[in-house]
């Protein structure tokens, strides 16, 4: 990646375990500096009304009100969308609401944040809307996947308009929340990663870097379209969303019928301790702080459980990025688009565990801190998950993904912004507030990583040892380093859902 150069915006080097990255603090004190990164920008142009683009728009318009800098939404006519835009405060007749490719041709900046499939079937309109010498944004690096899948990267990069990317470290409903609740506190958000593809004249990267700090990203940090949708779409498939579906579910049962463990107790071992003391912890101390808050006992059962768990989710985590690199992945979302239409979508929540997780979840006593909780994880689970979140990094690494990427692609969205919904509400709650991408691969590959785990994790845990090269690496990974750097760039506001 070219270094980034900006004449609006400190950008810094940070060491990020053993390496140094470029990175942007933003904040709410940077929002001063909005109209000079958007300088030459009259209008933004939001398509879409998807997961994103809620947060977006009403981000963006809030942070520029009182400049000279329009927000303007543009939609399909006739989209059901229109009435909760009009909803949110856009308006045809005050001109911030309009059709998508009437404001994408006005816009000096247009971000596409229509679904993904749906940038694939109109990719030839957009880019020929888009007037010359203005910026495209995507928050999400699908279409050059598709792109590059086709022969066709060059229709994207060779034109008269620079392409850059904007890509928040969580789904839309959290870039949103955590705006509203940090409007008073200084470095609250979600934070988000950069792609500057093609920079015509400078500008798009002042551009680029406004456009991030204005929904709210307290850190920005850089990478290129091809490495986000590779350990984007990868991630969602995996430990994000996928894996830790997959997991819980086979986790659940195992309890349940070999634990003979009551239902209760068993969604706690399975679910709440993942969305609960787990997360907590490794979002303040790392995966190596889940280890470290075991004694001797409770360790020599971790061991075995990680050890069982790295090798059979490695093997699946590695089938899933080389789907995604080979763009399979990205065809199976975009062939699954008619089926939609026709079909619609699968429930995500129709088992036993989530009907026992509403229960629990009624009678659980609103006052409890989750942090007060952390006396009863699971070395069963903590070893199964952090195995999973480990063999995940370490397939991201072997394939060039920058620390910082590593580290938010598998930990930090994870724990800060996406089990949160899932501890809140139920597993639907949080997969279908994501893309169309993320919850198709979820409904894909979840059941994959449920048959792994029950079938070999939870087998090779009752028969084998403890592969100790194995902890030692863990022990002495460097993620560990990386994780703690990223530590100190946590938003100042943990996310409330409830």
Not at 69 to 91: C, D, H, M, N, Y
Not at 387 to 396: N, P, S
Request: aromatic share 8%; proline share 3%.
């Amino acid at each position: 990646m070219e270094r980034l150069k900006s004449g609006v915006f400190g950008i810094e080097d940070f060491e990020i375990g053993g390496t140094v990255e470029q990175v942007i603090v933003g904040g709410r004190d940077k929002f001063h500096l909005l109209q000079d990164g958007f300088r030459d920008i009259k209008q933004i142009g939001v398509i879409g009304w998807g997961s994103q683009g809620p947060a977006h728009a009403q981000n963006l318009r809030d942070s520029l009100a009182g400049t000279d800098i329009k927000v303007v939404v543009g939609l399909r006519p006739g989209s059901t969308s229109i009435a909760k835009a009009e909803k949110a405060g856009f308006s045809q007749q005050d001109g911030t609401l309009g059709e998508m490719y009437d404001v994408i041709s006005k816009s000096d900046l247009a971000i596409i944040l229509i679904s993904d499939a749906a940038q694939v079937e109109n990719f030839d309109k957009i880019i020929g809307a888009v007037k010359p010498g203005a910026i495209l944004g995507f928050s999400h690096g699908f279409i050059l996947g598709h792109l590059d899948s086709i022969g066709r990267r060059d229709d994207l990069l060779f034109n008269d308009f620079s392409v850059v990317a904007v890509c928040p470290k969580g789904m839309g409903p959290s870039v949103r929340r955590l705006y509203e609740q940090g409007k008073e506190v200084n470095g609250a958000g979600i934070n988000c990663s950069i792609a500057i593809e093609k920079d015509l004249d400078g500008r798009a990267t002042d551009a680029a870097i406004a456009w991030a700090i204005a929904i709210g990203a307290p850190y920005i940090f850089q990478t290129t379209l091809e490495n986000e949708y590779r350990s984007d779409i990868f991630g969602e498939r995996s430990v994000l969303l996928g894996g830790v579906h997959g997991m819980v579910e086979a986790l659940f049962r195992s309890y349940v019928m070999d634990a003979k463990m009551g239902v209760d107790e068993a969604f706690l071992m399975a679910v709440e301790n993942v969305t609960g003391p787990l997360s907590s912890l490794i979002s303040k101390k790392g995966i190596i702080g889940v280890y470290n808050q075991f004694n001797e006992s409770e360790r020599r059962v971790f061991d075995r459980a990680y050890s069982s768990a790295y090798l059979p989710y490695y093997t699946l985590l590695q089938e899933i990025y080389d789907e995604v690199a080979s763009g399979n992945e990205i065809r199976s979302v975009v062939m699954a688009g008619k089926r939609l239409e026709k079909f619609g979508w699968t429930t995500i929540d129709g088992t036993i565990l989530w009907q026992v997780g509403a229960k629990v979840r009624a009678k659980r006593n609103p006052d409890l801190d989750i942090e007060s909780l952390g006396n009863i994880i699971s070395p069963v689970t903590a070893g199964i998950y952090c195995g999973m979140m480990m063999a995940q990094i370490d397939i991201l690494l072997e394939n060039g993904h920058c620390l910082s990427e590593v580290c938010n692609e598998t930990v930090i969205e994870a724990v800060d912004s996406l089990n949160p919904y899932m501890h809140a509400r139920g597993v639907a709650d949080m997969v279908d507030n994501c893309s169309i991408t993320a919850r198709l691969g979820t409904r894909k590959w979840g059941p994959r990583f449920d048959h792994v785990t029950m079938q070999t994790v939870m087998v090779q845990m009752e028969t084998s040892p403890a592969d100790q090269d194995l902890m030692e690496g863990f022990r002495t990974h460097r993620i560990h380093e990386a994780l703690a750097s990223c530590a100190t760039m946590r938003p100042s506001v943990d996310i409330s859902v409830n």
